[in-house]
């Protein structure tokens, strides 16, 4: 019977101690978030504590880490899910990292909190029994962020707000579903993923491609690409302004870097929506994807030997 829930801790602000801005991310245990929630004691859990760290120092180490141990507990019968407890900060980065490397039968669900456990409001006791709830919850599949009562998919959830309690949401996809008075209410289908598979991100983290992103902004100059470029990046993702639009000294330089063999792709800094169309003469586009996700999606496909130009297909969730 598939009962279990594992949870796996990386430290970030839920695992917190001091005041609600001065405090020390990654001080407590799995173990002590466990206690401070006696609710879960109706579900068989297990924990292991896969780093401890702030979310803001995410390595591809722990990455790849923290998914071999998802893919380990998974393949368990009696395992029902996976919570991973995070920082807010790249929380969404690895969730669709996760999202691109698993294709999980059963829930893979991130949590986190925007208050310190130690915080007169904190919000990691309550993220972390709902997301337990999801990884129990029979049907449930994929990997998702639960925050505030909301089930958000790897492919639309960005944290908005840097202080405010309910920082996250799917923009104008909206969450996958709620948790209301204990019940699940689902609101679309679970996601599902389109793996690039373990032969690719099971290689050794120093053999991954080096893929960086650089800002498109009002008196620009091209010297951050050509660094890049200079240092050895394989992939570059523009960030650009409005609908991915580039300032022309940072797309002379990308050209330049483009013509010398390093795969670029432009997106947008709009917090809504994604960039639209391919009018000519502009770089590749990454579609809906944010700077950050088309960083990894670049470097996975880097990985997997693709030649590609352009984000043909958005991998779906």
């Not at 698993?102 to 709902?130: E, I, Y």
């Not at 679309?188 to 993923?193: A, F, G, K, L, Y």
């Not at 496909?301 to 693709?306: D, I």
């Amino acid at each position: 019977m598939q009962n279990t829930v594992v949870i796996l801790g990386t430290g970030g602000t839920i695992a917190a101690a001091g005041g609600d801005v001065g405090y020390t991310a990654g001080q407590l245990s799995v173990a002590q978030l466990m206690a401070a929630v006696p609710a879960l004691a109706a579900w068989p859990i297990e924990a292991e504590q896969v780093a401890q760290l702030d979310s803001k120092d995410m390595t591809h180490e722990v990455w790849q880490r923290l998914a071999q141990r998802v893919v380990h507990h998974l393949a368990r019968p009696e395992v029902a899910g996976v919570v991973v407890t995070h920082g807010t900060d790249t929380l969404e980065e690895t969730a669709y990292f996760l999202h691109r490397v698993l294709a999980p039968g059963k829930p893979v669900v991130l949590t986190a909190s925007m208050r310190p456990a130690t915080s007169l409001q904190a919000d990691g006791p309550q993220n972390l029994l709902d997301a337990v709830r999801v990884a129990a919850q029979p049907g449930a599949r994929g990997v998702v962020a639960v925050l505030q009562g909301r089930v958000h998919g790897p492919v639309d959830v960005r944290k908005r707000e840097p202080f405010a309690l309910d920082a996250f949401d799917s923009g104008e996809a909206g969450p996958v579903a709620l948790v209301q008075d204990h019940q699940l209410r689902l609101l679309r289908p679970w996601p599902v993923s389109q793996p690039v598979g373990p032969s690719v991100w099971e290689r050794p983290v120093a053999e991954w491609p080096r893929v960086g992103v650089v800002a498109s902004h009002a008196g620009v100059d091209g010297v951050a690409v050509r660094a890049m470029q200079a240092a050895g990046y394989q992939g570059l993702v523009v960030e650009g302004t409005g609908n991915g639009t580039v300032h022309a000294a940072v797309l002379e330089a990308a050209w330049q870097a483009r013509t010398a063999g390093v795969a670029v792709w432009r997106s947008t800094r709009c917090p809504g929506g994604g960039v639209v169309g391919q009018p000519e003469g502009q770089l590749p586009s990454a579609g809906v994807l944010t700077p950050a996700r088309a960083r990894i999606e670049l470097m996975l496909r880097l990985m997997a030997g693709w030649q590609g130009d352009a984000l043909d297909a958005p991998p779906a969730g």
